[in-house]
């Protein structure tokens, strides 16, 4: 037996081999198991028990060699410095287990009214939500203009346009700003034009001459009381 190693392994299917002994003969094969793994160079047993013990024999070499592997192992990794480091986990590299499988989000159909209605209330929502925070900056801050906005807020839901996020809504203002010219009217105006005619984007005012672009606050204030008024008995409808 190697130096230093204190025991060794008797498998259990032995037994198998030990009921066909009677007392005597498995008193002996320990006893030659014992005294050959204390290095003491036991006798051959008589008939039939070397075909007993041999196979015994034969498993305690391959243990030693694996063990004697095992110290080898072990010394080299000590002058190492010791056993080698488990390699750590990179924290930024994402783990198998992060991952996750979704199922596919049915298609929109005509059919799903109810989930566009709710999604138009929450998107207009937001843009209000937006609006009264000042995140979105108005073309104009002219309490007609405010009105015509959220007007047009509404038909655009209402033609399941709606304008989404807080990007579209200050694009919207950029171009009344900029087609407004620096007019609060003629931007209500713009408004007002784009809804009339059932249009979903924004343009210049079309077939006026310079005359009729002018303010006229009086006008634009019935022609947005008249929307409010023709939105809200849709709504009631």
Known sequence: MAENKKGFILYADLLNTFTYLNLEQRGQVI???????????????????????????????????????????????????????????????????????????????????????????????DIKKETSKKKLVLAFDNKEFLQAWELWVNYRKEIKKPIKGLSAAQGQQNKLSKLGGGDPSKA??????????????????????????TNRPDELKAVVTRLVERHNAKNRA
């Open 188 to 213: 209500v105006e713009i408004i007002m034009q784009s809804i009339e005619n059932n249009w979903v984007g924004l343009f210049d005012l079309k077939n006026q001459s310079n005359e009729q672009k």
């Open 31 to 125: 006893t030659w198991v014992l005294e050959y793994v204390n290095d003491l160079n036991p006798e051959p047993l008589e008939g039939l028990l070397m075909a007993v013990v041999e196979p015994i024999k034969q498993q305690l070499k391959r243990d030693l060699k694996k063990f004697e592997k095992r110290v080898e192992t072990n010394r080299l990794n000590g002058l190492k410095g010791g056993r080698p480091k488990k390699t750590q986990p990179n924290p930024t590299k994402p783990k198998k287990s992060d991952g996750f499988i979704s199922k596919p989000k049915k298609p929109d159909t005509d059919n799903d009214t109810d989930s566009d209605i709710d999604n138009d209330k929450d998107i207009d929502r």
